[in-house]
């Protein structure tokens, strides 16, 4: 089992900037695949970016490359989410998630879940 608990999120003037924490714990951080997920109220629990294990690979959807960057430190078994130039459509509950299966795009890809931080962007 592998625990996950975001933390970092709060409120933030649109145009600004906040970086999200995942703390993992439980199982081996560096053997899994890191991604976080949004979702905001009505919509269906969106990918945002994930880490992978091996290569350096990092994946970003359309909606977020460019402002947002996702990294990893295994050392602390800590996975982040920088997150510049903030819109209020970026505005959702921020879930950090891990998977081994080698899939990072879709949320029933991943294993396991963390219990969610509120990113709320004001205009």
């Known amino acids: 089992q592998v625990q996950l608990v975001e933390s970092g999120g709060g409120l933030v003037q649109a145009g600004g900037s906040l970086r999200l924490s995942c703390a993992a714990s439980?199982?081996?951080?560096?053997?899994?695949?890191m991604g976080w997920f949004r979702q905001a109220p009505g919509n269906e629990r969106e990918f945002v970016a994930a880490?992978?294990?091996?290569?350096?690979?990092?994946y970003y959807a359309d909606s977020v490359k460019g402002r947002f960057t996702i990294s990893r430190d295994n050392a602390k078994n800590t996975l982040y989410l920088q997150m510049n130039s903030l819109k209020p459509e970026d505005t959702a509950v921020y879930y950090c998630?891990?998977?081994?299966?080698?899939?990072?795009?879709?949320?029933?890809?991943?294993?396991?879940w963390g219990q969610g931080t509120q990113v709320t962007v004001s205009s």
């Open positions: 998630a891990a998977e081994r299966s080698g899939s990072y795009l879709r949320p029933e890809e991943y294993d396991y």
């Open positions: 439980g199982r081996a951080f560096s053997s899994y695949t």
């Open positions: 880490k992978s294990w091996s290569g350096g690979r990092t």
